[in-house]
């Protein structure tokens, strides 16, 4: 019996081993696609704000809040790539292919279903925020050229609705794509476009402060008219950087798309590391060189808030470089969304044909591709759906603040953290136990303060 039992054993190992070696076929995904995927997601609309928010907390407080909010990222990121595989003497390893996967795998049910609130809020809201940042850069082309023609003070006003429309258009077909493992090309390109718009930024900063002889701003930020507005202020300041940094939301989805060996988790902290410190690179470059060159007139969106005017063809060019960088970075976070709806959807109704079938489509001088009807109508209405919140509140800043505040702490901090102990099985009270729940606590009280910034500045903006 005991043989018996052993070579049962045994033959559980190698089938185990057979589905992960075929999932490590299909499993393309090296370092290198994976800090492409990180760059697209977490480089995007946030970086646009970041030197409004320096302005708000000046040359300390600024430098010093992004170094943290880095810090916690690579920390959220090293706890949830840990969480990747659950050890299972049993069944053998078990791969969590998304977050609302290895929530329930860990926490249950009912922690799923919270985190799955959070989860798809945060990224359909990253959708509209990117709907709002794409139709700002191709109006800031626009007015770039108008100012070009007509002189600085030419009233240039061009609206944003026709170009949330557009921007959503674009997104309705880019939607069809089937997952994450068929669109790396789309995310090395977003990649290249963030860095392009990045670079530009840093250059016309920095061009700015020669130009002026000297470094503007202070050590206070922004002065305020009484001491409550600079505390709202600096508290929707510290929501815009908390929206710049996390992308745990998508790093489980990343993550399986990497082939193995070397050991996922292990490729996916070295992407992070990578990943992070080339953002926080560019981050505090643009953000510190932004209030450099208009110190308290720095406007809310380093590209098209018109600090800089000349030469025009390099601020069309950036603004082009993020409307292209968004294209990709909507779909970044909106596939998880697909996926999930998708899924249940199926799950649900196995076998209407609505659901479950395909046809095949060849048109002259492109390759073939299928057509999904269920695909089509709900990634279509997604789509609309985000375009519409979008022309409803066109907040740039507030939107993001209140973004950013709401999902950190639920989603970077507290199931990452809850996730890991019951991984690693800590035990309360232990050391490593004690660090990390200060670590979450310590982050809710951030995650807090900013939260109620954000959402005062949302509210004066909507009924100013």
Known sequence: MGNEGEEDHHQQSIRNFNIDAADAFKRTGTIWTAIAHIITGVIGAGILSLAWSMAQLGWVAGPLAMVVFAGITLISSYLLCDCYRSPDPESGPTRSKSYMEAVKLYLGENSKRVSGVFLNETLYGCGVAYVITSAASIRAIQKSNCYHKEGHEAPCHYGETDYMLLFGAVQIIMSQIPDFHNM????ILAAIMSFSYAFIGLGLGFAKVLENGTVKGSIGGVPAKSTAE??????????????????????????DTLKSPPPENRTMKVASTA??????????????????????????????????????????????????????G?????????????????????????????????????PGFQLHPLRICFRTTYVVSTTLVAVIFPYFNQVLGVLGALNFWPLAIYFPVEMYFVQRKIGAWTRTWLLL????????????????????????????
């Open 184 to 187: 790396a090309w789309l995310s």
């Open 230 to 255: 600079k505390t709202w202020l600096v508290f929707q300041g510290l929501g815009d950087i908390a929206f710049a940094y996390p992308y745990t939301i998508i790093l489980l989805e990343i993550q």
């Open 275 to 328: 990943a992070i410190f080339i953002t926080t690179f560019f981050y505090l470059c643009c953000a510190c060189f932004g209030y450099a060159a208009f110190g308290s007139s720095t406007p809310g969106n380093l590209l098209t808030g018109f600090g800089f005017y000349e030469p025009f063809w390099l601020v069309d060019l950036a603004n082009a470089c993020i409307v292209l960088h968004l294209v990709g």
């Open 330 to 366: 909507y779909q970044v976070y909106s596939q998880p969304v697909f996926q999930f709806v998708e899924g249940w959807i199926r799950k649900k109704f196995p076998n209407r044909r609505f659901v479950n079938d395909a046809y095949a489509l060849k048109l002259p001088f492109l």
């Open 437 to 464: 729940q200060t670590f979450s606590l310590a982050c809710l009280l951030l995650s807090i303060l900013a939260l109620a910034g954000s959402l005062q500045g949302l509210i004066s903006a909507k009924f100013s």
